[in-house]
């Protein structure tokens, strides 16, 4: 089949990627196009994973075969083929990389110009040489201070947090950094034979033996003579000794297990490096100013402040004496910045400074600052597919998301959406709409053409959202009355300054205010410390990779802070989009305990006892049922000399996981990999006799998971999908006691009818007597909470204050509030 050259459509034909069912659809070129369906529907393997993945190996195969090798390829997508078709660039949302090197200024590269215009046009002190650009990054060793090697903090330790109990004798473990097991037993060895009283109370012993015992980097070498146990000979060895603070800093340092990293972690303060005061950077570094102020300074400004320090002096108005070279340089460099910057903040971003660490930042706001580095690049002619752009935005900044989308097509580019938030679908040229639900039971275009046309569309879970008229539903119900309150006095956090808040108790509050004003460290780091410090880690539940008790800079949220009405809290459970796990092994059925109750179901069949196959036998986690030639992995390196490294299925499992033993053991006909390959919806009626199973799976069914698959590794899952897992892990617990929930913007990556789904399920805990509080915009799930604390006005400085407080209807009538207006159009229809 051919096109003519001046044909305007994207023409997709036979797309089968993940659920799609041999897909035909045309899009058009030039226009915003959004792509919407409710989760699990195909409308990301349809953009992301066919139209981008094939734009991106027909580039590739333009690259010589020896770059390839250098550059992350997704392979080639399920398609028969696409015609018309531009290169595309994909702006995905992606979290942070776990590294405090990694910062807004790298990742908008203005940091790189910023460094220049120190380099060439700042002002040095009389006599010094001008310094080099790299001079200026705390992460060259260059310009990294000497103390913290440019990290901004240090880590010490106490004898205090190294030997919590000082009543206990070092055999009785009075040191509780040391290691456990046989490397424990060693050091207690060693200093045994150095002369050291091991049974004494640790309190009782000299100063000086504890200094040493504790902080010594001497590291003797003794022969040990081991006291004989019963039945075993224990010949001598040679024994070193290590100060305890020397293991606990090599083991942070140096150890690769983040379990261990943890432990190590716990026996360590963080404080501001003395040296540099937290800026990174080498005294001469610092002694360079532009404009009056430090590098430093100007990373640590709101990029709204940064830009009315840069514009005067792009505009020619600079105050300071300088040659004509020095002041053109600066001219040309102060304004490329402020003209980049100017797009950050047009985008909502204002509110960020330069060295903000990445880790910090969510998907969201990561996606829009690489928007606002596109916008800047000058392409033309290419597809942009974007991954939720409006997700973690008020709806007051969707605006302006939407005028820069608008910007790139003016450009000359087309932009492809995959988006949930009805204000955007709205202002589309195009809709893809895929469905009708998720899983197996989606994959089809239902429509593809003009907005009003899926009107139309009677299959369509989207058509009622969009075309939606009159109040919200959730307008007409009378809010639920607190059982009590929280009373939090004194909270002095990242811009929240000497704020007073009072927290609803028994109800569902949901707490608003655009990006940057404070949400999310008022209820993710202030409040889950307050009643973690109120608890004790035995009676809360973070999930797996989260730490309610310290926030992302290792400070203590809850400092400073007085409470009331804690008592009234049994338990905390704090539900974020962190991942679930960090490698494929780590998947939906292992995490939420699904994975145990499934391998006991296959140890219980006869062929497995008659085999002596224990449950053990059918993880791919272990030695012995897993297949060895991948590691259980289902997949296998290949590297080809002078071609990109690939991944293959393995040639031995095909991609199971098991070996064929393993895999002639089965359950109603089915193998344990067949199992895995099972979506939640199926395994439902597969299990239903299976009373743990069958729990959990209902579970993931309520929070509208029921499309995935129960063995989808952790990485292929989003935020959104992560946190409803967690959210289904605990619902299917039995709960005692009051329960006060957090979440972090739980309907991200939903479409409305998910929404529904989950907000049922949240409110059903409220009605068990619990509390929820959730960081929200969707004005949908806002209109039905019980109470709102809307924080603003603004973002970064012009935020941090609870501006408006009370049930939806009240806040939608308050003045000041930029959540008002939107809250009281959804309250109004």
């Known amino acids: 089949m051919s ?37 699990g529907s195909g409308k990301s393997s349809l953009a992301f994973g066919t139209i981008y993945a094939e734009a991106q190996r027909r580039y590739f195969e333009s690259v010589a075969p020896y770059a390839r090798r250098l550059i992350h390829q997704v392979g080639a997508p399920a398609v028969d083929d696409i015609l018309g078709l531009p290169p595309a660039v994909a702006l995905e949302q992606r979290r942070g990389a776990p590294t405090s090197r990694s910062y807004v200024g790298t990742v908008t590269t203005l940091s790189n110009t910023l460094r220049m215009l120190f380099s060439r046009a700042g002002s040095y002190p009389p006599g010094a040489e001008r310094l080099d650009s790299d001079a200026f990054s705390p992460n060259t060793a260059a310009g990294a201070c000497p103390a913290c090697h440019g990290l901004g903090t240090v880590h010490r330790t106490t004898e205090e947090l190294l030997v919590p109990d000082p009543s206990l004798s070092i055999r009785d473990g009075a040191i509780a950094a040391w290691p456990g097991a046989w490397h ?70 140096d150890s690769r ?79 490329d910045l402020a003209a980049r910057v100017g797009v950050i903040t047009e985008l909502g971003l204002g509110y960020l400074s330069l060295d903000r660490t990445t880790p910090t930042l ?43 989308l608008l910007r790139l097509l003016e450009a000359g580019n087309s932009v492809y959406v995959v988006e949930h938030d009805m204000e955007v679908v709205r202002r589309a040229d195009w809709i893809v709409d895929v469905g009708p639900h998720a899983g197996e039971h989606g994959g089809r275009v239902l429509h593809s053409g003009p907005v009003d046309a899926l009107a139309q569309v009677e299959e369509s879970a989207t058509r009622r959202f969009l075309f939606a008229t009159g109040p919200d539903p959730a307008a007409g119900r009378t809010p639920r009355e607190p059982s009590g309150w929280l009373r939090l006095r004194g909270i002095d956090r990242h811009n929240l300054r000497s704020v007073d808040a009072e927290l609803p108790l028994g109800v569902f509050t949901a707490v608003t205010g655009v990006s940057g004003s404070g949400k999310s460290t008022l209820v993710g780091q202030v409040l889950a410390a307050v009643l973690q410090r109120h608890l004790g880690p ?65 140890a219980a069949t006869d062929d497995a006892r008659a085999r002596g196959y224990a449950a053990g036998r059918f993880s791919f986690n272990v030695a012995g049922g ?50 895995l390959d ?39 899952l989003s935020g959104g999908e992560a946190q409803r897992i967690k959210l289904a892990s605990e619902l299917q617990r039995t709960r ?48 039905g909470a019980d109470w709102v604390i809307d924080l603003g006005p603004g973002g970064g400085d012009a935020g941090g204050r609870i501006v408006a407080a009370g049930p939806p209807a009240s806040v939608a009538r308050a003045s000041g509030s930029r959540t008002a207006e939107y809250l009281a159009r959804r309250l109004r229809g």
Not at 630 to 636: I, K, L, N, R
Request: charged share 25%; proline share 6%.
């Open 3 to 39: 096109t003519p050259a001046h044909d305007p459509f994207v023409r997709v034909r036979g797309a089968r990627e993940h659920n799609l069912r041999r897909v035909d659809v045309d899009i058009p070129r030039d226009v915003l196009a959004v792509f919407t369906g409710v989760s």
């Open 184 to 253: 424990g037993k060693n050091l207690r060895d060693v200093l045994r034979t150095l002369g050291h009283d091991i049974d004494r109370p640790w309190r009782e012993l000299p100063q000086k033996d504890r200094d040493w015992i504790l902080f010594t980097d001497e590291q003797p070498v003794v022969t040990v003579h081991p006291v004989r146990e019963a039945g075993r000979i224990q010949r001598p060895y040679q024994g070193t000794y290590v100060g305890a603070r020397r293991h606990v800093m090599h083991t942070f340092a």
């Open 257 to 335: 297990s983040t379990t261990l990293r943890a432990r190590a972690e716990r026996f360590l303060e963080s404080s501001r490096c003395p040296d540099c005061d937290g800026s990174r950077l080498r005294p001469e570094s610092l002694a360079v100013t532009f404009a009056g102020h430090t590098i430093a300074q100007l990373n640590a400004l709101p990029l709204t402040s940064l830009a009315e320090v840069l514009r005067p002096v792009g505009e020619g108005r600079w105050a300071e004496e300088a040659d004509e070279p020095r002041r053109r340089v600066a001219e040309a460099l102060c304004a």
């Open 362 to 404: 969510s998907p969201g706001e990561l996606q829009r600052l690489r928007l606002a580095t596109q916008l800047r690049s000058g392409l033309f002619g290419v597809v942009y597919v974007l991954d939720e752009p409006s997700a973690g935005l008020h709806p007051a900044d969707t605006e302006a998301l939407l005028t820069v």
């Open 538 to 602: 035995a009676q809360s539940a973070p999930d797996s990779e989260a730490d309610t008790d310290a926030a992302p800079d290792g400070e203590d949220a809850s400092a400073g802070v007085t409470a009331e009405g804690v008592a009234a809290v049994d338990r905390l459970v704090q539900v974020d989009q962190k991942p679930i796990g960090r490698t494929p092994r780590s998947n939906l059925a292992t995490y939420t305990g699904l994975f145990d109750s499934v391998r006991k179901v296959f």
């Open 626 to 675: 897993r297949c060895e030639t991948c590691q259980g992995e289902g997949f296998v390196a290949v590297e080809l000399l002078f071609l990109p490294g690939t991944y293959a299925p393995c040639p031995t499992c095909h991609g199971s996981r098991y070996n064929e033993e393993t895999l002639q053991v089965r359950y109603r006909e089915r193998t344990i990999a067949e199992v």
């Open 678 to 716: 099972m979506t939640v919806d199926t395994a439902v009626a597969f299990f239903e006799d299976v009373r743990p199973a069958a729990r959990s799976l209902r579970t993931l069914q309520e929070v509208g998971l029921g499309y995935l698959r129960l063995g989808q590794p952790a990485t292929e």
């Open 736 to 783: 005692r006691g009051h329960t006060v929930y957090l979440l972090d913007e739980p309907t991200t990556g939903l479409h409305p009818a998910d929404v529904e789904l989950l907000m049922r399920q949240l409110h059903g805990l409220v009605d068990a007597g619990h509390s929820v509080f959730v960081v929200e915009h969707e004005m949908s799930v806002v209109a």
